[in-house]
């Protein structure tokens, strides 16, 4: 029954139908410079569609936009790939990578609108949401596309990387700031490891292979599971041309990596990556939850603490430590600091294992060690907080961070616009229905062109 499914109840029910609303209602003041979109991706089912796990469900992009100091529309809309109307992924010819929930992520890059998912080709969108079809950069793409592409904030270059269970395991792309693919590699030494994200620095290009692993006797539609017997790793590649050939894989302990805060060298050249990882029992009460399995934990985050690898190229070592002991995930940062060293990033911090604890936003210092928590309410749940800078930012935190709320006691929803600085509230966008719980998403400011519709 779908009422029994915890990723189809509470802050992750549907949404049911596709809707158009605008001139929302404002409390506070929104700044003018935030003018543009906020768009976020998740997995939203048709109705009457009861998906094996969590990340079946087909894509559902919300869109919300600002201009000026008003909050002009929302609209969401389902991202019409074949799998929307039943398409299977794997055929008689292998996989078909058009066939796609599309429900992971949503970026811009060289003007298009691209929903992401890593076992498929990425969906554009148009400026209202309505799907366009699948894009494979002008033949150049023939695999997969990470849901988690990095952009250069120096170059406009996208990094992305597909991955799959069999050879070749991983491959390397990187696009121009005009969108053309310019660079192709196989990645070697990589092996079926989950690679679910990855992180750029201005010299590297870090993967990290832990220990969930393709698994063919998994029957939850994502045929991934723990595997004690293969060893974690994390992987370095300088960037460039003829990077491939110097990668360097470097052991690590056991553990689970689904999301990057930041990579960057350090002062004495150092490669520093972060993240929430989890162990073999935080994978084990999250998997579970994911697909409804008993032993399942409260929450789809499980055990998921920051941790900090330090990579010593010359020595060959890594220094690992956890930093922080609130479960947390979706690290966001200010993304002019990608690749380089930051003193802050953000998260959403959850209940633990046994459901102590609540929702909140987190803001990690990392020059004093301190962190901040905004505690949203009772009932009520945060989503990846997107960073804006400040029209006229003089300091790395200057600038708001955009969530939208799930609020079940008022089965509703809003977006929240926070100071970066203090995690103050400056503005709430109350929203015409309620957005169910989701991943990722991205702040598309305006080009100049008046191209938005009602």
């Avoid at 032993?295 to 499980?302: D, K, L, N, Q, S």
């Amino acid at each position: 029954m779908t009422a029994n499914k915890p990723y189809l109840t509470g802050h992750y029910t549907p949404v049911a139908d596709e809707i158009t609303a605008t001139e929302l209602t404002v409390e506070g003041s929104l700044p003018p410079e935030l003018t543009g979109r906020l768009l976020r991706n998740g997995h939203n089912p048709k109705p009457g569609v009861t998906p094996t796990h969590w990340f079946k469900g087909n894509g559902m992009v919300h869109g919300i936009r600002l201009r000026e100091g008003r909050a002009e529309w929302y609209r969401n809309r389902w991202v019409r790939t074949p799998a929307l109307d039943g398409a299977p992924y794997m055929t008689e010819h292998g996989p078909d990578l058009t066939a796609s929930t599309a429900g992971t992520h949503v970026i811009e890059h060289a003007g298009r609108l691209l929903a992401l998912c890593e076992a498929n080709l990425p969906f554009e969108l148009g400026p209202d949401l309505e799907t366009v079809g699948a894009y494979d950069f002008n033949g150049k793409l023939r695999t997969a596309m990470t849901a988690h592409p990095k952009e250069d904030p120096v170059t406009g270059e996208l990094h992305f990387f597909g991955s799959s269970p069999v050879p070749p395991y991983l491959m390397y792309y990187v696009a121009d700031a005009k969108g053309e693919i310019v660079h192709e590699s196989e990645v070697p030494g990589a092996t079926s490891s989950l690679k679910h994200d990855f992180a750029i620095t201005r010299a590297h290009v870090v993967f990290v292979e832990g220990n969930v692993t393709f698994d063919p006797s998994d029957h939850s539609g994502i045929p991934y599971g723990w595997n004690d017997q293969h060893p974690s790793r994390i992987g370095v590649m300088p960037r460039g041309t003829d990077g491939a050939r110097h990668t360097r894989w470097f052991s690590v302990e056991p553990g689970n990596m689904l999301h990057v805060a930041n990579a960057y060298e350090d002062g004495q050249g150092r490669i520093v990556l972060e993240g929430p990882t989890v162990d073999r029992e935080g994978f084990r009460l999250s998997w579970n939850w994911w697909v409804d399995a008993p032993g399942r934990g409260t929450e789809p985050v499980a055990r998921s603490y920051t941790r900090r690898w330090v990579i010593d190229l010359t020595a060959g070592t890594v220094d690992e430590q956890i930093v922080d002991d609130l479960p947390v995930e979706f690290p966001t940062l200010n993304e002019a600091y990608l690749g380089a060293e930051h003193r802050y990033h953000y998260a959403i911090s959850f209940p633990d294992e046994t459901g102590l604890g609540g929702y909140g936003l987190v803001k990690y210092d990392r020059t004093t060690g301190a962190r901040r928590i905004h505690q949203v309410g009772d009932a009520r749940m945060p989503s990846e907080a997107v960073f804006v800078p400040a029209a006229a930012a003089t300091r790395e935190d200057d600038g708001y961070l955009l969530t939208v709320v799930s609020d079940l006691k008022q089965d509703a929803s809003q977006l929240l616009v926070l100071d970066a600085s203090g995690l103050d509230r400056i503005a709430t966008v109350h929203l015409p229905h309620r957005v169910s719980a989701g991943l990722h998403g991205s702040w598309i400011p305006d080009n100049g062109a008046d191209e938005y519709r009602v």
